[in-house]
């Protein structure tokens, strides 16, 4: 009787501190506790004190990541209990393994309460998903949601100003080819970590739309995000946005801004692709004598083989062979020449 006594006595004790404290505090000890035990009790008796959703979630994350049975029938019992709760109703759901039934509980949880943020945030979540597996597979994956686009639309009105609304805005006028609504939409869309999650499907947008200064403006922070996060190799982060931005230029005959790149960042032409591109790029301009000591050095770094560089050669022999380096350059194009050089 005493012990459990000490137990009840011990558990309110928590309650009372927990109530009292700054979450990021509580959270901080929580994280720091050794046993779970303790650890289980200190947010069971945080929960009541706090109606807000990010703390709910933050708890409700780490209960599940360590007991995601315990928490998922906490939550259920607790959604039971308070039926006319929209944010119990929404915990719950987020626990929910059956994408149908927690797609579908969100859809009603949207309906039920038009000015509940979370609902919205986890139907666009679901749908999002939804939406960017399908275009894989279905030529107008929009086709026939008219409903998800209407809940969708009355929470934008709702929460103008919120990213998920935005980035999914983005992926909806991408996809049916509105492509300055889309356009609008992303640059409206500040969250990093949204931005992170989409920046295949952003990169392609952009390449497609042939937009290089809203690229090259767009994205340097989001590839430095993605390196923060661990994500990208810092090293690898020029070449991550060269495979876009070359295109572009490419693409719009941007032969100035092409070659200034080139000259801004020399690593790339380590690479042999976008050596091909720097090649092309002096023969345009007839600089026949700076091309030949660039496939020379290509060579001679292993960028290029024998067999790429007969190639050139064979493309350009009437404008090269008048170069100061054209016999040794012919004789590294050969398969079984002595591939060393003075200027190694």
């Known amino acids: 009787m005493l012990k459990h006594l000490l137990i009840v006595v011990l558990f309110l004790l928590i309650f009372l501190i927990a109530e009292g404290q700054n979450f990021a ?10 046993d779970w035990n303790i650890a289980r009790q200190k947010i069971i008796a945080y929960i009541p004190t706090t109606n807000k959703v990010e703390e709910l979630r933050e708890l409700q994350s780490i209960w599940e990541s360590v007991e995601p049975d315990a928490c998922k029938q906490y939550f259920g019992s607790a959604a039971k209990n308070n ?17 149908t039934l927690q797609i579908k509980g969100a859809e009603e949880l949207c309906r039920n309460y038009p000015d509940f943020y979370w609902g919205y945030r986890l139907y666009i979540v679901d749908v999002m998903a939804w939406l960017l597996n399908a275009e894989m597979e279905i030529p107008n994956p929009l086709n026939g949601q008219e409903l998800a686009l209407k809940i969708i639309d009355e929470g934008y009105k709702h929460f103008p100003d919120d990213d998920y609304f935005h980035i999914f805005q983005f992926h909806r006028y991408r996809l ?16 990093r970590n949204l931005l992170r999650a989409n920046w295949m499907h952003i990169k392609y947008f952009l390449v497609q739309e042939k937009n290089a200064p809203l690229y090259s403006s767009f994205m340097p922070p989001l590839l430095s995000e993605l390196i923060k996060s661990g994500q990208m190799a810092a090293a690898d982060s020029i070449f991550a946005f060269a495979e876009g931005y070359v295109g572009i230029l490419q ?40 091309l030949s000591n660039a496939l020379l050095s290509a060579f001679n770094k292993k960028v290029i083989d024998s067999e790429h560089l007969s190639q050139y050669l064979a493309i350009w022999e009437d404008n090269l062979c008048h170069q100061p380096y054209w016999q040794e350059l012919k004789q590294k194009a050969e398969p079984n020449s002595n591939k060393t050089s003075p200027h190694q």
């Open 25 to 34: 505090q509580f959270k901080e000890e929580l994280l720091n506790t050794g």
């Open 83 to 99: 039926p006319n709760s929209p944010v119990y109703q929404y915990l719950a759901l987020r626990l929910e393994e059956d994408e």
């Open 176 to 191: 049916t080819k509105d492509y300055p609504q889309a356009e609008r939409e992303l640059k409206l869309t500040k969250d």
């Open 251 to 290: 693409e719009t005959e941007d032969w100035q801004s092409l070659e200034q790149f080139f000259a801004q960042n020399p690593v790339l032409l380590n690479s042999a692709s976008y050596f091909d591109v720097y090649a092309g790029l002096l023969a345009r301009k007839e600089n026949w004598n700076a």
